[in-house]
């Protein structure tokens, strides 16, 4: 072999996970023992996790892949005519015909795996900085303007409209404004923060500047949970990079903008995802929620005016203003109010778990079934949570409901951050009920009582209810808890914690019944 192999194999959290860098080491000794010119480029993820670690070759300009691989791999895949080695078992063809990928509308995630994150030249090949660069030559109003022409909402959970909140936040008067960046990611099954900021940091740096021409903020702050080093390790570097090419600072472009940004460590507290504690947190007190009003928009971080947005939702804002017709284009996207693409993340008893951007509106069933393809144990799908630990329950008969917050909120069910944990027929709801109650009770800050009591008294009762005592009154004790929790609580830690309960008790009442009854019938099926 004459010819150079260009190659490329993730370097994200979940390919390391599975051995990638043992991969990437066995590739390098095979291609010197052999004389073979290797050029190993270490990507993010592409987000197909069951085919991790992925290698990527180039085969006549496009990409063949090779999946999921081991060091032992190497060896036999040198063998077969790498990189053309189309009979090797682990070839999994041309990586953007893999249908996974190729059915997906990615906008947000359209870099991830394809460039090396800290490559500033491929990010601007890519389309990298062009809203930047052309949002430094606008005026605040007009690029607050794009932002709420797109309709782009909040991606953490709560889809409040982003224009809305920065026009808030320009319209104040102060000395001093933030653009905070809340990736403190601790809904179960989610991922999507950690991959952007591991595989294409740059998108989620450049939105924050944005964010800052447009609402008159000088200064940024990326909260991120400790859990991610890697993340951390990247972002931190991303951050360096752009001072030092003049894209933070205090001449941003040569715009006479001023904007700089830093990164702050999160201590592991669930209740930092809620803007009001993350913002406590970055003052350096205990993560607590704040009593509103003032909402962070007009007394936020250090009691100034706060853009406070998550990673996808800061990172999607480039696209947007990367020409005129942007912001219609992606406002084409999606159904009705919830408009563009949504990061879903599969995970849970799934067989091919991963992400994937969709336009709002595909169907639950779709994205379990379509990609997902049902569940890794064969068994038949009973429930579905959407929406992180706080999100609700659905059964199966309710999988041909459309994604978006609309429709999700139509069926007493929520989006959040768009993780998806798939359960089979296996799973004992009246338990996943009593663990909802007692992640509020372990999570809860403290600060209010209807969560702080509500969720160890509801996590008590529900386990009286699994032991069968006084099934039927102590279930409308956890009913008049949950009542109080979603009325009193000062934030959605206590208010959606009721949500994944009645959901629960809602659609699988014969996991609640008394031991000898409905509930032993189940459990014979399911082990039968």
């Given at each position: 072999m ?7 194999l993730?370097?994200?959290?979940a ?7 043992a ?14 010119e ?13 085919l991790?670690?992925?290698l ?9 892949g ?5 060091p032992?791999?190497v060896?036999?895949l040198?063998a ?10 682990r ?18 995630f ?14 601007q ?9 052309r ?18 909402r909040?991606?953490?959970?709560a889809?409040f ?26 809904d ?10 591991e ?5 989620l ?6 964010a ?12 991120v ?17 752009w ?20 990164l702050r ?27 509103r ?19 996808l939702t800061l ?12 912001p ?5 996207l999606g ?12 995970a ?8 994937v ?9 779709e ?12 068994r038949?799908v ?11 329950w659905?059964?199966?008969s309710?999988?041909?409901?459309a ?9 007493d069910?929520?989006?959040g951050?768009?993780?998806?944990v ?11 009920a009593?663990f ?10 403290g600060?209010?009582?209807?969560c ?7 996590a008590?009762?529900l386990?009286?209810v ?5 099934v ?10 949950c009542e ?5 609580s ?22 609640f019944?008394?031991a000898?009854?409905?509930?032993t019938?189940?459990?014979?099926q399911?082990?039968?």
């Amino acid at each position: 072999m004459t010819e150079p192999v260009n190659a490329w194999l993730p370097a994200d959290a979940a390919a390391l996970s599975v051995g990638a860098d043992a991969v990437a080491a066995a590739l390098v000794t095979e291609a010197a023992r052999r004389g073979v010119e290797l050029r190993l480029k270490r990507t993010g993820s592409r987000g197909m996790m069951w085919l991790e670690p992925l290698l990527e070759v180039e085969v006549d300009g496009v990409r063949a892949g090779y999946g999921p691989l081991s060091p032992e791999d190497v060896p036999s895949l040198f063998a077969a005519d790498f990189p053309a080695a189309e009979s090797h078992p682990r070839c999994v063809g041309l990586v953007e015909e893999i249908p996974f990928l190729a059915r997906q509308q990615r906008l947000t995630f359209a870099r991830c795996g394809i460039i090396e994150p800290l490559d500033l030249d491929a990010y601007q090949a890519h389309g990298g900085l062009a809203g930047l660069q052309r949002a430094a030559g606008m005026a605040p109003e007009r690029i607050v303007e794009a932002v709420t022409e797109s309709g782009l909402r909040g991606r953490g959970g709560a889809g409040f409209p982003a224009g809305i909140k920065w026009r808030t936040v320009l319209e104040q008067a102060a000395d001093r404004k933030y653009v905070c960046c809340n990736a403190d990611e601790g809904d179960s099954g989610t991922f999507a923060d950690r991959m952007l900021i591991e595989g294409d940091p740059f998108t989620l740096l450049e939105g924050m500047v944005i964010a800052g021409f447009a609402t008159g903020a000088s200064e940024g702050l990326v909260y991120v949970r400790s859990e991610y080093p890697h993340a951390i390790a990247t972002l931190r570097r991303a951050i360096e990079l752009w001072r030092d090419k003049g894209l933070l600072g205090a001449d941003v472009l040569g715009s006479g903008r001023a904007f700089d940004i830093t990164l702050r460590r999160g201590a592991g507290a669930y209740i930092c995802g809620e803007e009001s504690s993350m913002l406590e947190s970055l003052e350096g007190r205990r993560g607590e929620v704040r009593v509103r009003p003032p909402i962070p928009a007009i007394s936020g971080l250090f009691a100034r005016p706060t853009v406070v947005n998550n990673v996808l939702t800061l990172a999607t804002v480039p696209l947007l203003l990367a020409d005129a017709a942007a912001p219609t284009r992606y406002a084409a996207l999606g159904e009705g109010r919830s408009t563009g693409t949504q990061p879903f993340q599969l995970a849970g008893n799934i067989r091919r778990g991963g992400l994937v951007e969709r336009a709002f509106g595909i169907t639950l069933r779709e994205l379990i079934e379509d990609f997902g393809g049902g569940t890794l144990s064969g068994r038949p799908v009973r429930a579905v949570q959407v929406g992180g630990p706080l999100g609700a329950w659905l059964p199966a008969s309710s999988l041909d409901v459309a994604m978006t917050y609309e429709a999700l909120a139509g069926v007493d069910a929520m989006l959040g951050h768009g993780g998806i944990v798939v359960f089979d027929d296996s799973v004992d709801m009246a338990r996943m009920a009593e663990f909802a109650m007692a992640f509020c009770a372990e999570e809860s800050c403290g600060k209010c009582t209807p969560c702080r009591i509500g969720a160890v008294r509801g996590a008590e009762t529900l386990q009286k209810v699994r032991r069968g005592e006084h099934v039927a009154d102590n279930i409308r004790l956890v009913e008049d808890l949950c009542e109080v929790m979603t009325d009193g609580s000062l934030c959605a830690m206590g208010g959606l914690t009721p949500m994944p309960v009645l959901s629960a008790l809602k659609h699988f009442p014969e996991d609640f019944a008394p031991a000898d009854d409905a509930r032993t019938h189940h459990a014979a099926q399911v082990t039968s």
